[in-house]
């Protein structure tokens, strides 16, 4: 009976370069009724140089949104406001992640319409962003 040896990998400083490595988009499958389709964006970690920004934007965002809900007395009103709040705040943040995408003609008008047409989408970019395993080097 052989035993294979477990091999460790050798880190190297540039492992623990987080930005940095996050700036490199990684594919995102775009899933239909749960199937794969063989259709992606490519999506920037969250933690990329280049969205910290809008990070922070959408953060204020937020807050600014729960400061306003607590103003507006009918529930209603309140739950519109706040759910149409939160869909155009996830896509500015999505639309700042993603870089490309598998179709042809890839421009920020055609991005924006997408992400307005199907709400789970941002959620999915912004997850999928979060989401460290999809951007450690390997």
Known sequence: MTTKKTEKKEYTLADFMTKDINETATKMPLLFDGKETGC????????????????????VAYADMAEYLETIKDRVERAEY???TKEAIEIKLASALITGWSFPEFNQGS?????????????GVIAHAATPANYQLK
Request: proline share 0%.
């Open 40 to 59: 992606y964006l490519m999506v920037k970690g969250i933690e990329s140089k280049s969205v910290q920004r809008d990070r922070i934007v959408a953060q």
């Open 82 to 84: 706040e759910r149409d």
């Open 111 to 123: 991005l924006i319409e997408l992400l307005s047409q199907n709400k789970g989408v941002s959620l």
